[in-house]
């Protein structure tokens, strides 16, 4: 991988058959980056219940209504910028689940338990409000490239 920052950005409908398109675009992005299966599961997975929760709770499922995700590879590190118009995540919900050092949550219920998924999947996770939008961002470092994290029996 060469050390120019790449840079890729995409819009999406809010509603939950967005998903899919999200997860092959980041597929797609991801595609060339020295990085093992666990890694990109990790990476999708926060990816997709960041915007599940964008399209259900700031969007409100409005298909009128749009998120952008921006995906960035500088400085050894993958970086995901979620934009959106919609209703402002309550900051005490964040503080709430990075306090909980146990994740010990209800396998069946639903409020905290994405955001805790995200919290363990990401380095560093933010959402802020800037301009009147909220900004949501993942960040996950590259693994250590003298690490062979191929999948492949074969060694590639």
């Given at each position: 991988m060469s050390d120019v920052p790449v840079n890729s950005n995409m819009m999406f409908?809010?509603?939950?058959?967005?998903?899919?398109p999200l997860a092959?675009?980041?597929?797609?992005q991801m595609a060339s980056l020295p990085v093992g299966e666990e890694?990109?599961?990790?990476?999708?997975?926060?990816?997709c219940e960041t915007a599940t929760?964008?399209?259900r709770y700031a969007l409100h499922e409005d298909r009128?209504?749009?998120f952008g995700v921006e995906f960035r590879v500088a400085d050894r590190?993958?970086?995901?910028?979620?934009?959106d118009a919609g209703e402002t995540f309550p900051a005490e919900r964040l503080a709430l689940a990075r306090g909980n050092e146990h994740f010990d949550v209800d396998p069946l219920a639903e409020s905290g338990r994405g955001l805790r998924l995200i919290l363990r999947a990401v380095d560093f996770f933010d959402v802020e409000m800037n301009a009147g939008k909220n900004i949501t961002t993942l960040i996950k470092a590259l693994?250590?490239?003298?690490?062979n994290?191929?999948?492949?029996?074969n060694g590639g």
């Open positions: 409908p809010a509603e939950l058959t967005s998903l899919s092959e675009w980041l597929a797609q890694w990109r599961f990790a990476l999708d997975l926060a990816a929760n964008i399209i009128e209504s749009r590190r993958v970086t995901l910028r979620f934009t693994p250590d490239p003298a690490v994290y191929s999948t492949d029996k």
